[in-house]
């Protein structure tokens, strides 16, 4: 009989253990992309615990996923033209969509698209538009119009641009008249030269700071996403927000599951959360990006679902140019940026 005791506490002991591996759930995101309340929620509501981790561009994550695909995460949150290339390497798997009751809550306008046609991989979670901000305090209402002006030996070390490869390139592609996602080698090395030229205005790399660098004013010029310029104008009301004349880039971020994922029940009762309007409505409120969730914005304060930065007007729209994968142009893109940022 103590025999028998012994092995019972010892498969009890191991049963608590399963059950605790199973009630987990590994996220990588951005920074800023999913508030500690959001996963509180979720953690009461279904009992699975969750640990984040985050990145600060799409390469950190790509090159982490194809590096290890098993590194431990069951959820990541790409840009859409990274969904295109993890599909071609197989490192994301087939999304259940029998499973996700609160689907049919996104806008049509962001599905079907070239990353992924027929929606197997991705569920769109977040938009922002790429555009210019600038604090009135030290330039002149409406004195910056176009990605162009941003080259003028006025701005000379003032610069803030944003240390993503193809965030950073399409701002030279645009002001040269070239398509975001061009494969042209010649056009690549035309966008490599156009930025060498904006370097002496360039004050800094970043990306996942933005928001608080024009909010503190260590910056006052420069690339920024709609959101986080929306939420930092909130605290500093010199900030302004413009989307130039020429074009911008309009990124779509999205959850897929990676093929490595141990606990891919578990993402998909994730993803179901997060599709529910409150809770989409709670995760645009805090992140101050943009929903592709018809319901969420429904609930969302008229000043914000109607404010220009975050949802701009039709024809302010039509300008925009969503990022799609550059194949094996990718490498050079890569290239050129790493010897871009050496010169700082």
């Known amino acids: 009989m103590k025999h028998f005791g012994v092995v019972f506490l010892f498969l009890l002991c191991v049963s608590k253990t399963a059950l605790a591996a199973d009630n987990a759930l590994n996220i990588y995101t951005w920074a800023g992309y999913l508030s500690d309340a959001v996963v509180s929620q979720f953690e009461a509501e279904t009992g699975i ?11 950190v994550l790509y090159a982490k996923l194809k590096a290890n695909p098993d590194a431990g995460y069951d959820i990541i949150m790409p840009s859409s033209y990274f969904i295109s290339r993890m599909r071609r390497h ?24 070239e990353h992924d046609p027929k929606n197997e991989y ?3 979670y977040l938009w922002n538009g790429t555009g210019i901000a600038y604090n009135t305090r030290y330039h002149a209402q409406k004195s910056v119009n176009t990605w162009q002006d941003l080259w003028l030996p006025r701005y000379r070390d003032q610069l803030l641009v944003l240390d993503d490869t193809r965030e950073c390139f399409s701002m030279a592609l645009i002001a040269l008249g070239y398509s975001v996602n061009d494969q042209d080698p010649e056009h690549i090395k035309a966008a490599f030269e156009k930025l060498k030229a904006l370097m002496p205005n360039i004050k800094l790399f970043n990306m996942d700071a933005q ?30 927000f413009i989307y ?9 971020d999205s959850i897929a599951i990676p093929v490595g994922a141990k606990h891919v029940a578990n993402a998909h009762r994730f993803i179901d959360f997060v599709l529910r309007p409150e809770i989409a409505k709670q995760i645009t409120l805090e992140s101050g990006f943009s929903t ?20 701009p007007d039709v024809e302010t729209l039509k300008k925009g140019q969503f990022h799609a994968d550059v194949g094996e142009a990718t490498p050079l893109y890569e290239r050129y940026f790493e010897r871009l940022k050496l010169e700082e």
Do not use: C, W
């Open 49 to 59: 615990r969750v640990k984040v981790a985050t990145y600060v561009n799409n390469e």
């Open 90 to 113: 197989a490192l994301i798997q087939k999304i259940d969509h029998s499973k996700l009751e609160h689907y049919n809550n996104i806008n049509p306008i962001f599905l079907s698209k």
């Open 122 to 124: 991705s569920i769109p």
């Open 211 to 240: 928001r608080s660098i024009y909010l503190d004013e260590d910056i006052t010029i420069g690339m920024g996403l709609n959101g986080d310029i929306f939420l930092a104008k909130a605290q500093n009301p010199y900030l302004q």
């Open 244 to 252: 130039p004349k020429e074009g911008f880039v309009i990124t779509l």
């Open 292 to 311: 592709p969730n018809l319901a969420a914005k429904e609930l969302l304060p008229l000043q914000i679902r109607t404010d220009p930065i975050l949802y």
